[in-house]
């Protein structure tokens, strides 16, 4: 009877899979990550769910540039690397997306860009997948890495602005702008650090919502330019 070529006494076992190289580690830890931004607000309550989930997603964040690195200085490229390095960034950015887009209050400023994400990241999984073999043919290119920070930069701006959204709400229970100030002068109501003439909150939800626009483009273009590579290999036979 053969050997089983996954019997760990072969040598060639599950460890040949995947070897459990620092970048191979880093790679895994984001794509557990991933979830886990979401599972913050399950168990602690806001603002400390947004801060957690904050500093999950910018530390997975970072890792997503250190795997690369540290893989091509050290040749440790391995195919499982190459794999789950794309589909951990996927999900990175896509269930960022959907918490943020539930906790904005379903903001359509917010709801379109996020759409184009969304759309074009399954858009492109899928054809991939139809190409098979030919898959290579959509490599990953210097713009659609721009994309992907471009990205995680808007997401992890638009989180800083729900947290400071929320607190921002807490201390002014329910009040107006101009009640707020006035309870603040009498020493009623705990003051909200400003950001010049505007909250904090205010700042950060304005540059998130600009930045997730210019990574809703870039991420546009980059779908477009797989599409045109694709292109060729999806007519029919004549």
């Known amino acids: 009877m053969p050997p089983n070529p996954l019997s760990p006494a072969t040598g060639i076992g599950y460890q040949s899979l995947m070897r459990w190289t620092i970048p191979n580690t880093l790679t895994l830890l984001r794509l557990l990550a991933a979830p886990g931004v979401a599972v913050m607000f399950l168990y602690f309550h806001r603002p400390w769910a947004d801060w957690f989930a904050l500093a999950l997603f910018v530390g997975a964040a970072i890792t997503d540039w250190f795997d690369g690195y540290l893989a091509r200085l050290w040749k440790q490229e ?91 709400g807490v201390a002014m229970q329910g009040m107006t702008p101009e009640q707020y100030a006035e309870a603040v002068s009498q020493g009623l109501a705990d003051p909200i650090r400003a950001c010049g003439r505007q909250d904090c909150a205010s700042y950060a939800n304005m540059v998130g919502l600009v930045l997730i626009w210019i990574a809703a483009a870039l991420t546009a273009v980059t779908g477009w330019e797989y599409f045109t590579k694709a292109l060729p290999h999806l007519k029919d036979e004549p």
Do not use: C, H
């Open 78 to 168: 391995s195919k499982f690397g190459a794999m789950m390095d794309p589909i951990a960034d996927k999900a990175m950015v896509l269930i960022a997306i959907m918490v943020i887009t539930g906790y904005n209050g379903m903001n359509p400023w917010l709801i379109l860009p996020a759409t184009v994400i969304m759309f074009r990241e399954v858009f492109v999984s899928g054809l991939r997948e139809f190409l098979g073999a030919k898959a290579g043919l959509l490599k990953v290119t210097k713009l659609a890495k721009w994309k992907t920070t471009a990205q995680m930069v808007a997401i992890a701006t638009l989180f800083l602005g729900t947290g400071l959204e929320y607190q921002m």
